[in-house]
């Protein structure tokens, strides 16, 4: 008997249409899914805890030998609405910014607009928990990235998307999260790894009314927001923001 492939993926909103392929399709008896922060798959990948992750795009530097094995990720064409920076004030009075604990990817992304894009100088600080979101006042403004950038949305006045920025400074799409392996996969298998997101975004309508519980729009979030798929601008997107990073 094969062992079940292990596969590790973020619980935010955004990857309910790739977990429901594989949860509820064929493919669910081959596979072991674990659920965690960004940061934490990368580190069981690189210890061989799981052999497929959904990994942030910034970890990629520091994985050897890695694969991109799909054609789908978490990205988008423009605004992202669950990645920003919240405050009090506008942008030229931000002084401080708190940054989320649980993506490297949108940490980096967010140094990155300050300097090249909004040409802000500010002090960064590294968030420890979820604390750090009741300090966003005055001019400290934070970082907030899935879920709960969602539901933060109504308590602050200014709200700087990440996407939106990258769009207006680079004029491409961005992507956040990729699957990856650092070993060679059952060739058998990833056939059917890529039918299974096909099937749980043929389902989106079904995820948008059973995840309807945010004040913010779902049907806004999963058909515009966010893309799934991993198109030739996405990849070229990828290789711009790496190139950035290593320049950092």
Not at 68 to 94: K, M, N, Q, R
């Amino acid at each position: 008997m094969e062992r079940k492939i292990r596969i590790g993926a973020v619980s935010y909103l955004n990857t309910k249409p790739l977990l429901y392929g594989l949860q509820h399709g064929p493919i669910r008896d081959d596979i072991e899914l674990t659920l965690d922060y960004p940061s934490n798959l990368v580190k069981a990948l690189k210890n061989d805890q799981i052999d497929i992750g959904l990994l942030p795009v910034a970890a990629l530097l520091d994985i050897s030998d890695y694969q991109i094995v799909s054609d789908y990720c978490i990205g988008t064409e423009g605004e992202v609405a669950s990645v920003c920076v919240f405050s009090e004030v506008p942008l030229d009075e931000i002084d401080t910014v708190l940054l989320d604990y649980q993506s490297r990817t949108s940490v980096m992304l967010c140094r990155i607009l300050f300097a090249k894009h909004w040409k802000k100088s500010v002090q960064f600080i590294n968030a420890a928990d979820e604390t750090y979101i009741d300090k966003i006042k005055g001019n400290v403004a934070g970082l907030v990235i899935g879920d709960r950038a969602l539901r933060i949305r109504d308590r602050f006045k200014y709200i700087y998307d990440l996407g939106l920025g990258w769009k207006e400074m680079t004029g491409m799409p961005f992507v956040f999260a990729v699957w990856v392996v650092k070993k060679q996969i059952n060739t058998r298998f990833m056939p059917s790894f890529n039918e299974a997101f096909g099937l749980g975004l043929s389902k989106i309508n079904l995820i948008i009314k059973d995840n309807d519980e945010s004040n913010y729009p779902m049907d806004m979030y999963f058909r515009k927001n966010i893309s799934y798929l991993l198109t030739e601008d996405m990849r070229a997107s990828m290789t711009i923001f790496l190139s950035f990073l290593k320049n950092i």
